[in-house]
C-alpha cells in the first residue's frame, strides 16, 4: 500500500503569512493528489484536485503543486478561517490514502 | 443542495455488529460512487471501503476487508455499511462520501460507533 507522509505535523503560524505544507507518497502517484480541511467538529473540505486543481468556491490564497511523489499545499496570506488541520489524500489502483495530517495554528 | 445524513452509529460490544446507513440527497445518486471514511477520536482521517456508483466494484481497506461490507440501495438513494467482529480499535466517527472522479467532494457529519464492553 502507499504511504503518505505529511510535514510538518503542527505548523504555527500568523495572519498574513505564506504557509506551506508538504506530502510525499512513498511511491509515484502522477497527479492522484487532493487536499482537504477540516475544523474542529466539522467533516472535511476538499480544497484541491489532481494535485493543482482548485474545487469551485475555494479562495485563490490556496494553491497545489507537485507530481509523482512530492506535492506542495501553499497557503498565501493566511486568514483567521485558514486555522484547521489539512490532509493530503492519494488514490491509486482502487485504493485511497490519507497523510497523517497537518495542523495550522496561531 | 448535496446533503449525506448518517445513521446507525451508537455503542456495541466488541466482537458485535453494527449496520451504518447514508441517506443521500441534491444529486443523482445512482450516478456516483460512494466512499465511509472514519475518524478515531482525536485522529486523521482513514478510508474504508468504495463503491462504484453501479455497485459492481467495491473496495476495502486491509484494516476491514471480511468484517466490513459496503453496499447500496439506489432505489432508496441510501448506503450502507455492515460492520461485523467490531473491536476497539473501530471505535471512530464514520462518514459517508460522495465522490467526485476519483476524489471526494462532499461529506456528511458522520455517525459515531463506540466499541467497548
Known amino acids: 500500500d502507499i504511504q503518505m507522509t505529511q510535514s510538518p505535523s503542527t505548523l504555527s503560524a500568523s495572519v498574513g503569512d505564506r504557509v506551506t505544507i508538504t506530502c510525499r507518497a512513498s511511491?509515484?502517484?502522477?497527479?492522484?493528489l487532493a487536499w482537504y480541511q477540516q475544523k474542529p467538529g466539522k467533516a472535511p473540505k476538499l480544497l484541491i484536485y489532481k494535485a493543482s486543481n482548485l474545487e469551485s468556491g475555494v479562495p485563490s490564497r490556496f494553491s497545489g503543486s507537485g507530481s509523482g511523489t512530492e506535492f506542495i499545499l501553499t497557503i498565501n496570506s493566511l486568514q483567521p478561517d485558514d486555522f484547521a488541520t489539512y490532509y493530503c489524500q492519494q488514490y491509486s489502483s482502487s485504493s485511497w490514502t490519507f497523510g497523517q495530517g497537518t495542523k495550522v495554528e496561531i | 443542495q448535496v446533503q449525506l445524513v448518517e445513521s446507525g452509529g451508537g455503542v456495541v460490544q466488541p466482537g458485535g455488529s453494527l449496520r451504518l446507513s447514508c441517506a443521500a440527497s441534491?444529486?443523482?445518486?445512482?450516478?456516483?460512487?460512494m466512499h465511509w471514511v472514519r475518524q478515531a477520536p482525536g485522529k486523521g482521517l482513514e478510508w474504508l471501503a468504495f463503491?462504484?456508483?453501479?455497485?459492481?466494484?467495491?473496495y476495502y481497506a486491509d484494516s476491514v476487508k471480511g468484517r466490513f461490507t459496503i453496499s447500496r440501495d439506489d432505489s432508496k438513494n441510501t448506503l450502507y455499511l455492515q460492520m461485523n467482529s467490531l473491536r476497539a480499535e473501530d471505535t471512530a466517527i464514520y462518514h459517508c462520501v460522495k465522490e467526485k472522479a476519483v476524489v471526494m467532494d462532499y461529506w456528511g457529519q458522520g455517525t459515531l460507533v463506540t466499541v467497548s464492553p
Open positions: 463503491i462504484r456508483y453501479d455497485g459492481h466494484d467495491k
Open positions: 511511491q509515484s502517484i502522477s497527479s492522484w
Open positions: 441534491g444529486f443523482t445518486f445512482s450516478s456516483y460512487g
